[in-house]
């Protein structure tokens, strides 16, 4: 462009004195004069105006040189223009596409898969008829089984993330008994490698065990009220989960798991767990037709599940996520026990009603397989080819405050 300006400099100059040398000034006449304008040059600035006429003669050879400085400006403003134009066009398309991009990422990050309410379809598979496992769910989540995912790579790439996972407990009463299988064996096997901040939950904290706890990791003794009523304990088990997110845990994790502590890890529990939320599938009834889940079927219950209604049955004893993603979870389920407390109403397995209702209106973006929610008591099948977590076998007489 600083080019072009020269050029044109040059060429006013020179015209000028051609002007003088001839003394030919502009004709009115000319039929282009209307639409012309000569550009002056001076030293620090342009200007643009009409042409001054001194003369009324005609004289074609000025015309020429004003009619070809007139095209010359013309086409250098043109191109100048175009220069213009196009790398705005360019800058707006690069933040237009940043922007989309953005709003990609923001959207899948926070989208929830929520679904309608009465809405009927096929109730989904976990094992197909060739006897194989399902990998995927109908809504497109991945369900985790063995063989579907890499331990080396999954890990390293969410190792490099500097993430922490707190991972919750409840030990009340004759409970505290498991905690020391249920902490030695996730030392060995779940998380490993990660930061990992066990929050306990116990109204006695004298009877935690001493543990070692390997790098990066840590355990926070909470103390809670006793209580004289197990279905007390699990009933609020997420108004206690909702609290430590906001007090807590907003600030100390990017993801949180809420497990049972009457539960032992015999294998690798690891990234492949981890997404926006996540929910177990329960192992007594994975293979189970929907009409004979134990959801709460009362209409008058906030965990009311029509018969007609239903995609698994999972497990109370897992669920997982990110932070912001599990608060809304227990923020909603501990919501709807409320309601239905002040109705005195108690739905038929607690919490784990109603966090089937959520997860049925809430797809879980990832859904763990009967693997990450085992029961000792259960003999091996086909479908399962590693015990990950199980539940122990134990007197519930013997360490339930009440039948």
Not at 223 to 233: A, D
Not at 299 to 313: C, H, K, L, M
Request: charged fraction near 20%; glycine fraction near 6%.
């Amino acid at each position: 462009m600083v080019s072009c300006l020269v050029e044109l400099q040059e060429l006013t100059v020179l015209t000028k004195h051609f002007c003088r040398h001839n003394k030919t000034p502009l004709s009115p006449s000319c039929p282009l004069l209307p639409c012309m304008h000569i550009i002056i040059w001076s030293t620090d600035r342009l200007t643009v105006g009409p042409p001054m006429i001194t003369d009324t003669k005609p004289k074609a050879g000025i015309m020429k040189v004003n009619f070809f400085l007139f095209f010359l400006a013309l086409t250098g403003f043109s191109l100048i223009g175009l220069i213009f134009l196009g790398y705005s066009s360019t800058s707006l398309r690069y933040k237009e596409k940043r922007f989309c991009l953005n709003l990609t990422k923001e959207h899948q990050e926070n989208s929830n898969l929520q679904s309608p309410q009465g809405l009927s379809y096929k109730q989904p598979s976990v094992v197909g008829p060739d006897g194989k496992v399902v990998p995927v769910t109908p809504w497109l989540s991945p369900i985790v089984w063995e063989g579907t995912f890499d331990p080396l790579l999954i890990d390293s790439i969410y190792r490099q993330q500097n993430i922490t996972i707190a991972t919750t407990v409840f030990a009340l009463g004759k409970y505290t008994q498991f905690l020391k299988d249920f902490l030695e064996s996730a030392e060995q096997n779940y998380f490993v490698g990660f930061r990992v901040h066990y929050y306990l939950f116990t109204d006695q904290p004298e009877q935690v065990p001493e543990v070692k706890l390997g790098e990066e990791r840590q355990l926070t003794v909470l103390k809670v009220p006793s209580s004289n009523r197990w279905q007390e304990i699990t009933l609020r088990r997420m108004e206690k989960l909702e609290k430590l997110i906001e007090s807590r845990l907003v600030n100390e994790a990017d993801y949180v798991f809420s497990l049972d502590v009457d539960t032992k890890f015999y294998g690798r529990w690891g990234a492949e767990s981890l997404g926006r939320l996540i929910g177990v599938i329960h192992p007594g009834y994975y293979q189970t037709a929907r009409e004979q889940f134990p959801y709460e079927r009362r209409p008058e219950s906030q965990a009311f599940i029509p018969y007609a209604e239903g995609d698994y049955y999972y497990g109370g004893a897992v669920i997982g996520g990110l932070v912001k993603d599990v608060y809304e979870a227990a923020k909603t389920c501990r919501e709807q026990l409320d309601i239905d407390a002040a109705k005195s109403i108690e739905a038929a397995w607690q919490e784990e009603s109603h966090l089937n209702k959520y997860f049925l209106y809430n797809k879980p973006s990832k859904v763990l397989s009967p693997e990450y929610l085992w029961q000792d008591f259960k003999p091996h099948t086909n479908e399962v080819k590693i015990i990950r977590f199980s539940q122990v076998i134990k007197n519930y007489a013997a360490v339930r405050p009440n039948p």
